[in-house]
């Protein structure tokens, strides 16, 4: 086993201009598609085109024009929090910024290219110690920058930035242990925890499974001192890069969709026997789109990165190995992870136990896999032995998903179907696509195998499939939604300049959309209700359900729940053209045609009450329990929902709602309701990027409500004086305002920030003085060498 890197020179350039060249090959048909017949820019299909895109520009004028809270993101988040999931700490978004935010869409492309090719290059820095021949070395980073998890994740943009850093992390533990190479693996351990902390908690758990598989093989032989020096470095990359995760930490203890353990049975098995299926066959064919389930129809499929696929040898190399170095500590890793996989509590321990299922931790062993690939194919001998089983049984498992096209079956209506496939065309693309590959590689085996250039044959034959697959896989996810998203760029990009012209400046208010694409409060710099991003404000979390509105990835009040407009002070909601008769069918009161566009009819609220206004009475929870959760709004209009302790304290000011109100959740009534608050209206609200002001002028004191969400952020004063922000209507906030003039300033600061980057800064200090304290230790042994 080579445990020393080779001496001949590095070959990263080659590996990572090859990466980048068939990278940018495979989206240049699809760009020119986009250019010629979908508007622009070329976009792709669900998170790509609803998030990525649009979270890149925004975040991008965001950052340059600087500020805390951003109102555009749903009913308002700390940026900070609301963006560290997606990009705010990864290279690649800093990198953009030279780009102007308006520009950020063309960008999108040539990012993805630059992280498939840092991917494939950090695999081969990683491989080249594990692989003797450099030709092999190359072929393995090519495998992994092309893997069926790689090409999938190209739909969610942010998780290719993890994709590409890892191998980084990985080589430099090696470095560290094996080599005794100090000061680089820190700076990998930040980057990495800093890029994205959620994948990071899974990369901790790879690394120290990796590890201790190198001990137990007695790869890794490791002292006292030397485990010391390990962890120290870890424990300062971790402080470094640590910038993000206390907020982050801090925001996600209260977000529900993060407290979610498993119970009982759940912990050792799948609720569904599909997905067993489902995870056995993603090593053998290539991935289906994210948003399809073709072979197995139940169990939890959609959007879950579950592909080990790799172009063209597949899991004939790591079968192969398996079987020949049984006692490698590749072996025996790629084996705890075949067991994690199919266990739902190890699968979940890549993601701090919560029980959702998902299988984005699956680039780590895949990494692993492309290595015992070369390494296995750089030994003729053993490959001779072990590769013509192994293919066969690839084969085999390959072949066998065809039964489930042809299996019998009965539709809904109990008439005869062939197959349990959602969509045969579908299936038999992707199946044959795999057999394909299954076919060609041992074509290729039994033609250049025992040739010198045998590794150049095989690079060539995967580059070429991995062009292939992946176009398949790029068409199959992109174009079932063309028709769907041929108007992305007109509705959103396009859009931005008449929006502007036609929305009045003055004042605050929220937009609505309605059969329009998420996330336009980004595009137009506006908060809007319809919004998709899995990290807002908890406080969002907790108020959505309490009005009958279900918040999980994204905010979609339904049209039919009117009264929540008026609440949450939407003014304007922009219909797209397209969706004029649906919207006409809604038949929906106190809406007024006000102006086109060419991609909308804007319709204004009647009802529509600035932000900042007052109640005369107050609900508690027990009564607003008696009211179904669709018609709580039209109550919250009339009554403040407040908990015991703020009844008490405000018992002077709101009266509580009489019994026979609860009853009266008609439209008219909603409509009077709404004049009254705008009567008891603030005189001027703004809303700033660190939160919002207001000036009040009433002639008594008044409990004023705000719909922005109540995070722990916010401070507030009144004329300059702390004043306490109370938490009403279940996660939005009030303030409390004297008689006469009042000038409210609510300023909002990311919670934990200021600690954390107090611990980033001092990581970066003691690493700075580490690696000056390492410079001056080798500058002296060379001096002593040399003399």
């Not at 007052?614 to 009339?638: H, K």
Request: proline share 5%; with cysteine; charged share 15%.
């Amino acid at each position: 086993m080579q445990l020393t890197l080779p001496k001949q020179k590095s070959r990263y350039r080659q590996v990572f201009a090859l990466c980048f060249l068939v990278a940018a090959a495979l989206f240049l048909p699809h760009c020119i598609a986009d250019a010629v017949w979908g508007g622009g820019y070329f976009h792709y299909a669900g998170d790509f085109n609803d998030q990525q895109i649009n979270f890149y520009q925004y975040a991008n004028a965001f950052v340059k024009q600087g500020g805390s809270f951003s109102w555009a993101t749903d009913l308002g988040s700390g940026f900070v929090n609301a963006y560290s999931f997606y990009l705010l700490g990864s290279p690649f978004f800093w990198l953009s910024l030279w780009v102007p935010a308006r520009l950020m869409p063309w960008m999108m492309v040539p990012l993805l290219c630059l992280k498939m090719a840092l991917a494939g290059g950090g695999g081969y820095l990683w491989a080249r110690r594990w692989v003797r021949s450099p030709d092999w070395s190359v072929v393995a980073g090519c495998l992994y920058a092309f893997s069926g998890f790689t090409v999938y994740n190209i739909f969610f943009n942010h998780f290719l930035d993890v994709v590409a850093l890892f191998p980084y992390m990985l080589a430099a533990l090696d470095d560290a242990v094996l080599d005794g190479k100090r000061g680089p693996f820190p700076f990998w351990v930040a980057l990495n925890l800093v890029n994205n902390y959620f994948f990071f908690a899974g990369q901790a758990v790879f690394l120290i499974l990796y590890f201790l598989c190198m001990l137990a093989c007695r790869v890794y032989k490791i002292g006292p001192r030397s485990f010391a020096a390990l962890a120290g470095e870890t424990l300062l990359g971790c402080a470094i890069g640590c910038v993000l995760l206390l907020p982050a930490g801090l925001s996600l203890l209260q977000n529900p969709r993060t407290i979610d353990p498993y119970n009982g049975y759940g912990y050792l098995v799948y609720g569904n026997a599909q997905q067993y299926g489902a995870i056995l066959y993603s090593g053998f064919l290539m991935p289906d789109a994210p948003y399809f389930k073709d072979l197995f129809q139940d169990g939890i499929l959609k959007h879950t990165s579950m592909t080990a696929y790799l172009p063209l040898v597949g899991l004939v190399g790591g079968i192969a190995f398996c079987r020949g170095r049984r006692r490698h500590p590749f072996a025996w890793l790629l084996k705890i992870c075949i067991l994690c996989a199919f266990v739902p509590v190890l699968n979940s321990a890549f993601y701090a136990l919560n029980s959702s299922y998902y299988a984005r931790w699956y680039y780590m062993p895949v990494l692993v896999l492309c290595g015992a690939t070369a390494y296995l194919m750089e030994r003729p001998q053993l490959a001779q032995r072990q590769v013509p089983r192994a293919w066969r049984l690839v084969a085999l498992v390959t072949l066998s998903a065809a039964a489930f096209a042809v299996v019998p079956n009965t539709d809904d209506d109990g008439n005869f179907k062939l197959g349990v496939v959602d969509f045969q065309p579908r299936f038999w693309g992707i199946f044959g696509v795999s057999v394909l590959g299954v076919l060609l590689f041992w074509v290729l085996w039994k033609l250049a195998a025992r040739r010198r250039d045998w590794a150049k044959v095989f690079l060539a034959g995967m580059l070429a499939f991995s062009f292939l697959y992946g176009t398949v896989h790029l068409s199959l996810t992109k174009y079932p939604q063309w028709g769907t998203d041929s108007n992305l760029i007109a509705e959103t990009y396009d859009s931005v300049g008449e929006i502007d012209e036609i929305l009045p400046e003055d004042g605050f208010y929220r937009l609505d959309a309605y059969g329009a694409h998420n996330n336009l409060g980004l595009w137009f710099d506006r908060s809007c209700l319809q919004f998709f991003n899995s990290t807002v404000a908890p406080s969002i979390m907790e108020f959505y359900p309490e009005v009958g509105v279900t918040r999980d990835v994204n905010s979609k009040p339904a049209a039919q729940n009117y009264a929540l407009r008026g609440l949450l002070s939407v003014r304007y909601t922009l219909v797209a053209k397209d969706k004029a008769d649906d919207w006409a069918d809604e038949n929906l009161e106190g809406w007024t045609l006000c102006a086109h566009t060419s991609a909308y009819d804007i319709y204004q609220n009647e009802n529509w009450v600035p932000m900042g206004f007052t109640y005369r009475y107050y609900v508690t929870a027990d009564q607003l329990e008696t009211v179904p959760e669709e018609e709580r709004a039209q109550i919250l209009m009339r009554a403040l929902l407040l908990d015991d302790d703020q009844i008490e304290r405000y018992a002077g000011l709101l009266e509580p709602l009489p019994e026979e109100e609860l009853a009266d959740r008609s439209y008219e009534t909603y409509a009077r309701d709404c004049a009254d608050r705008r009567a008891g209206a603030v005189e001027q609200f703004t809303a700033t990027r660190t939160g919002f002001t207001a000036h009040t002028s009433y002639e008594d004191q008044q409990l004023v409500f705000f719909s922005a969400p109540c995070d722990d952020g916010f401070t507030a004063t009144v004329n300059g004086e702390p004043a306490a922000i109370e938490r009403v209507d279940k996660g939005l906030m009030a303030v409390l305002v004297p008689a006469g003039n009042a000038d409210i300033e609510c300023t909002y600061h990311t919670p934990g920030l200021a600690l954390s980057a107090r611990i980033s800064l001092a990581g970066l200090a003691v690493y700075g003085v580490y690696l000056v304290v390492l410079y001056q230790r080798r500058k002296r042994k060379r001096n002593a060498e040399s003399c």
